[in-house]
C-alpha cells in the first residue's frame, strides 16, 4: 500500500512548503485541454496546478484527469469550482484533484458546506468510494482510504466580496479549512474601485483576512496583483509565498504575440 499511499503526499508537501515560507508556483489551466499541460507545469519547475472550472467550459472528465496526472508527477493538483457547485467537489476529488478552491464565499455556512463536501464523516460527508487515482486505483478499504485523502485534501475558501471580508474569522476558524485567499479582481470590482489595488481599501481587506487566518493557525493567500512591487508590500501583512505564474491562456497570447513581433522584425531586417 505504501507505493500508493505516497501518491496522495503532494497536499501535505503543498501545505508543508507554505508553512515553512518556501517559494511556491503554481500554475493557472483554463484553456488547455489534455494532460500535456501538466506535464509542463512540472517540467518548468511549478509546485502545484489550478485548473479553473469557474471560468472556462472545460468538462470535469478532462479536468480530472489532468488533475490526476499532475498528482503521479509530484505536482499538487487544485480545482477552482464553479460557483457554490457543491456536486462538481465529490466528483473531481474521486477523479484526481486534490485540493478544492471554492470561490465567492461569504458565510461561515458557505464554507463549511464546501468543507462537507471535501472531507468524509465525521468531519463531512463526502461520499464513501473504494477507488480513487492517487491509490492507484486499488480498492481499499474505508479505514484507510478515508484518513488518507482527508489528509491529502487541500480545501481554500477565496473570498472576493466586503461580505466574505466581514465574515473572514469565522471562516478561517472552520475546522476542515486550511487556507483563505482573497481575490482582488473582484474584490475591487466589488468596492466599485475595479483594478485600482494600490487602493487603502485593498490593503484594509488583506490585513483583515491575514489577522483572521492567524488568529486561527490558517494559510492566506493573495491573488490579482500582478505588480510585484505592490504585492510585495502587501504580503508584509502575512500572505503565503503561494504564487500563480499565470494563466495558460495569457501566457499563449503573449507567446504567440512575442512570436509573431519577432517574426516581423526578421522579415522587416532581411527586405531592408
Do not use: W
Not at 227 to 246: E, M, R
Amino acid at each position: 500500500m505504501n507505493r500508493f499511499v505516497q501518491q496522495t503526499s503532494a497536499g501535505n508537501d503543498f501545505l508543508g512548503r507554505l508553512r515553512n515560507g518556501q517559494p511556491t508556483l503554481m500554475l493557472g489551466i483554463r484553456g488547455s485541454r489534455t494532460t500535456d499541460i501538466a506535464r509542463i507545469a512540472h517540467s518548468t519547475g511549478h509546485h502545484a496546478i489550478l485548473v479553473d472550472l469557474e471560468h472556462s467550459t472545460m468538462p470535469i472528465d478532462t479536468a480530472a484527469g489532468i488533475c490526476a496526472l499532475a498528482a503521479d508527477l509530484g505536482v499538487m493538483p487544485l480545482v477552482r469550482t464553479p460557483e457554490r457547485e457543491y456536486g462538481a467537489i465529490g466528483r473531481l476529488l474521486d477523479g484526481g484533484a486534490l485540493g478544492v478552491v471554492a470561490p465567492r464565499i461569504e458565510t461561515a455556512e458557505e464554507a463549511q458546506t464546501v468543507v462537507r463536501a471535501c472531507r468524509f464523516p465525521p468531519r463531512g460527508q463526502r461520499s464513501q468510494l473504494s477507488s480513487v487515482p492517487a491509490l492507484g486505483m486499488r480498492p481499499t478499504p474505508a479505514g484507510v482510504l478515508n484518513p488518507t485523502l482527508d489528509s491529502a485534501t487541500v480545501v481554500q475558501i477565496l473570498i472576493e466580496t466586503p461580505l466574505g471580508i466581514a465574515n473572514a474569522d469565522e471562516i478561517a476558524a472552520i475546522d476542515g479549512v486550511d487556507m483563505l485567499s482573497l481575490g482582488a479582481n473582484d474584490l475591487t470590482a466589488e468596492l466599485g474601485i475595479a483594478g485600482q489595488y494600490d487602493h487603502p481599501l485593498v490593503r484594509e481587506a488583506v490585513g483583515t483576512v491575514a489577522k483572521a487566518c492567524a488568529n486561527h493557525g490558517k494559510l492566506f493567500m493573495l491573488g490579482g496583483v500582478a505588480d510585484p512591487v505592490l504585492y510585495a508590500s502587501l504580503a508584509q501583512l502575512g500572505v503565503c509565498p503561494l504564487v500563480v505564474t499565470g494563466m495558460d491562456t495569457d501566457l499563449l497570447y503573449s507567446a504567440v504575440q512575442s512570436r509573431a513581433e519577432s517574426v516581423l522584425r526578421s522579415l522587416t531586417e532581411v527586405s531592408a
